[in-house]
């Protein structure tokens, strides 16, 4: 079963800068494509970006485009999302889950397993 945990999440100012972790179980960046979406209260759910696993082929929405970056290290088993030129609208809780990453949109219909989340908040 993939077990994933979130962290990096914080309180930041408009135009500020965060990384999100995502430490997965086992050998799940081996087997699976992996990304991150978020949630706002309120709001639908919605894919932020995703790896896929066979050829590291990154993806993202297209409210994040050029400000975060997804990456992958396998042999730490770990996913980051580097979040820079953060918005007031970034704000929600960001979780790391796995799903078919052939683009974003197959990315967010294909949700499976996820973590807890962390929660970022953008405001000054």
């Known amino acids: 079963q993939v077990q994933l945990v979130e962290s990096g999440g914080g309180l930041v100012q408009p135009g500020g800068s965060l990384r999100l972790s995502c430490a997965a179980s086992g050998k799940t960046l081996d087997y699976y494509d992996i990304g991150w979406f978020r949630q706002a209260p309120g709001k639908e759910r919605e894919g932020v970006s995703c790896i896929s696993s066979g050829d590291a082929r990154t993806y993202y929405a297209d409210s994040v485009k050029g400000r975060f970056t997804i990456s992958a290290d396998k042999a730490k088993n770990t996913v980051y999302l580097q979040m820079n030129s953060l918005k007031p609208e970034d704000t929600a809780v960001y979780y790391c889950?796995?799903?078919?990453?052939?683009?974003?949109?197959?990315?967010?219909?294909?949700?499976?397993?996820w973590g807890q989340g962390t929660q970022v908040t953008v405001s000054s």
């Open positions: 889950a796995t799903g078919s990453c052939r683009n974003i949109y197959s990315y967010q219909r294909t949700l499976r397993s």
